[in-house]
């Protein structure tokens, strides 16, 4: 069955950085594209950023636009997003997502990213 | 990237159906058939429940249904349950090849 499971969120200052990593098994990782969409505290969902399935586009929301970077290792099985500059606004859950013809399919169960001094 | 405009809450009583709407502009819902519908209970991972406007994934009832005219797309929901309670969010595909949600509607099942 289709898995996702993110890690690395955490604890992180304003203007530091992070990586957050998803994990995929269940399906063929390499055929389908990816998404990131977040989830702050008593607010909706928010897209973040999707990855083509060979890595090769990669498109962002314009709040994250030039502060993360969305990537992909398909060798490993593995969607990434690096966050840099990070804001308090950018605390939230991030869910990885696979990608349906611009839905997403299933999700992971996401993980929380919080920005505080 | 405007959010496309939900309802903010709807409601209906067991049995009943109700419909929530979500109106985008001709760059996003209106331009395009890519309009999902995604069904949250709060702490769980977000479920698709529509995609390509109208289509629905394997194992989802079809109690739920989807519709577009215009700039405007719509979540049908008949036979309302306990278990449909949740926050219900609309996306689309847009012109700048980005994804856009919706607010987000809470549907009370009263």
């Known amino acids: 069955q289709v898995q996702l499971v993110e890690s690395g969120g955490g604890v992180v200052q304003p203007g530091r950085s992070l990586r957050l990593s998803c994990a995929a098994s269940?399906?063929?990782?390499?055929?389908?594209?990816m998404h990131w969409v977040r989830q702050s505290p008593g607010k909706g969902l928010e897209w973040v950023a999707v990855?083509?399935?060979?890595?090769?586009?990669?498109y962002y929301a314009d709040s994250v636009k030039g502060r993360f970077i969305i990537s992909r290792d398909n060798s490993r099985n593995t969607l990434y997003l690096q966050m840099n500059s990070l804001r308090a606004e950018d605390t939230a859950v991030y869910y990885c997502?696979?990608?349906?013809?611009?839905?997403?399919?299933?999700w992971g169960q996401g993980t929380l990213v919080t920005v505080s001094s | 990237q405007s959010a496309l405009t939900q309802p903010a809450s709807v409601s209906g009583s067991p049995g009943q159906s109700i419909t929530i709407s979500c109106t985008g502009t001709s760059s996003d819902v209106g331009g395009y058939n890519y309009v999902s519908w995604y069904q949250h209970h709060p702490g769980k991972a977000p479920k698709l429940m529509i995609y390509t406007v109208n289509s629905r994934p394997s194992g989802v009832s079809n109690r739920f249904s989807g519709s577009k005219s215009g700039n405007t797309a719509s979540l049908s929901i008949s036979g309302l349950q306990a278990e449909d309670e949740a926050d219900y969010y609309c996306?689309?595909?847009?012109?700048?090849?980005?994804?856009?949600f919706g607010g987000g509607t809470k549907l009370t099942v009263l």
């Open positions: 997502a696979r990608d349906l013809r611009f839905s997403a399919d299933f």
């Open positions: 990855i083509w399935y060979d890595g090769t586009k990669k």
């Open positions: 269940g399906f063929t990782f390499s055929s389908y594209g």
């Open positions: 996306s689309s595909y847009t012109s700048s090849s980005t994804v856009v």
